[in-house]
């Protein structure tokens, strides 16, 4: 088999230890050398400074879990690195020591059998970090609306019945007078703003209940989280703000995508980055992402398409768009209802997820590209076109002169 590169090495990383085997070829002949180093910093500088002196070019590992971001930091720069799907290396059974894995992962090395996974710059991991924290925030924070809502219930307050927001301006202001002991309901139902004052009589029926100091208790230890968890992702994203300075063009581009915010605009661009170049084409980016149609062909038999797993941190804020941009009345609205009627609401958003991520592929790719709606009835017109095309060609082959005249 031919040797794609002479100096190379491949590791098996653990938790406290990682496992290296070194390929050197000569003249017609290969040596080998296993160490295995602590994942300490100190040792990883070692194993660095012996790869080093060996010449080595090529270093590859598997991607499982965290542990390779120390090594890849530490090396970065220094080689060539690759960091591979676990998947793909463990294909062949047999090979379960650390010594045997490091040995397959440096001879996949050698004859260029592995693909290196996508990883970003040290800049875009970084600011990676930032929005997926404050993505689980954000989670975090649901779950803690979520465990509001179980408190009233065991204390028969029935808020979430009436108000669609049980912790918004009119339920915060309960919710603070019901932990400040007030328990008269119509008092409490006063507090209410807005198109809420309008349900007053049920909210007066919602907020009779038997409110315990226990879950006064509960209930003032949950907003705190809450409060405290709203001053983090401000600051938070007061951060990603100002890294995403240098590219403030690009999120305005892709604000105009109908269904993209300024969330998911800067969740778009952290996880793809704005250099388009290292994915060839839109499909390619769509796969990659992980929001387009899977192949799976045998004997000439399309079998099941579904998407494959990509990146689920951008596929969670592709599908928020498709649904946000179900309710507009644009050509990605009229493509998921049409989708929708047909094949029901989770495969047509991800059907508009892929058409929002090649709209940003392009609007990415290159700086004077604009986004243009094609309009609500693009299909319908693309439709009409060509059924008259067909029924004229259809008539034809019959032996019929066709001519169509409009009607008035």
């Known amino acids: 088999m031919e040797v794609a590169h002479q100096r190379c090495c491949g590791l098996d990383v653990h938790k406290k230890t990682v496992v290296a085997c070194l390929i050197v070829r000569g003249a017609g002949t290969a040596r080998r050398e296993i160490r295995t180093f602590s994942t300490m910093t100190k040792d990883l500088l070692a194993m660095a400074d012996w790869l080093e002196a060996a010449e080595c070019t090529h270093v590859a590992m598997e991607s499982t879990g965290s542990y390779w971001k ?3 930091n530490l090396l970065e720069g220094s080689f060539t690195l690759l960091v591979a799907n ?6 062949v059974p047999g090979r379960k020591t650390d010594v045997k894995d490091a040995e ?3 001879q996949l090395l050698q004859h260029g059998l592995l693909r290196a996974s996508f990883i970003p710059g040290r800049e875009e991991r970084e600011l990676r970090e930032l929005t997926r924290y404050r993505t689980s925030l954000i989670r975090e924070r649901s779950a803690e609306v979520n465990r509001v809502q179980k408190t009233l219930e065991g204390a028969n307050i029935k808020l979430a019945s009436v108000a669609s927001n049980v912790v918004g301006a009119s339920g915060r202001a309960m919710l603070a007078a019901m932990i400040a002991g007030i328990d008269d309901a119509t008092e409490l139902a006063r507090l209410a703003q807005g198109r809420l004052r309008e349900k007053h009589e049920a909210l007066v029926d919602a907020l009779s209940g038997r409110m315990s100091q226990h879950q006064r208790f509960l209930l003032g230890a949950q907003l705190r989280h809450m409060d405290e968890l709203d ?21 305005e581009r892709l604000r105009t995508i109908p269904g993209v915010g300024k969330r998911v605009a800067e969740v778009l661009v952290a996880e793809a980055g704005t250099d388009m170049g290292r994915f060839p084409t839109a499909a390619h980016f769509s796969a990659w992402a992980g929001v387009c149609p899977g192949n799976d062909e045998s004997a000439g038999k399309r079998r099941s398409g579904r998407t494959r797993k990509g990146s689920p941190w951008l596929r969670v804020v592709l599908m928020e768009a498709a649904r946000s941009s179900s309710r507009t009345p644009t050509y990605l609205g009229a493509q998921y209802r049409r989708i929708a009627a047909r094949r029901g609401s989770k495969r047509s958003a991800i059907a508009v997820a892929h058409s929002i991520l090649r709209i940003a592929y392009h609007l990415m790719s290159s700086p004077d590209a604009t986004y243009i709606d094609l309009g609500t009835n693009y299909l319908e017109r693309r439709t009409h076109e060509r059924t008259r095309k067909l029924a004229i060609r259809k008539l034809e082959s019959l032996g019929y002169a066709v001519s169509l005249e409009p009607v008035a």
């Open 231 to 251: 001053a983090v992702v401000a600051e938070i994203s007061t951060e990603i703000e100002r890294r995403l300075r240098p590219h403030v063009a690009t999120m």
């Open 86 to 91: 676990a998947q793909h290396l463990k294909a």
């Open 104 to 106: 397959w992962i440096a």
């Open 70 to 72: 120390p090594i890849y």
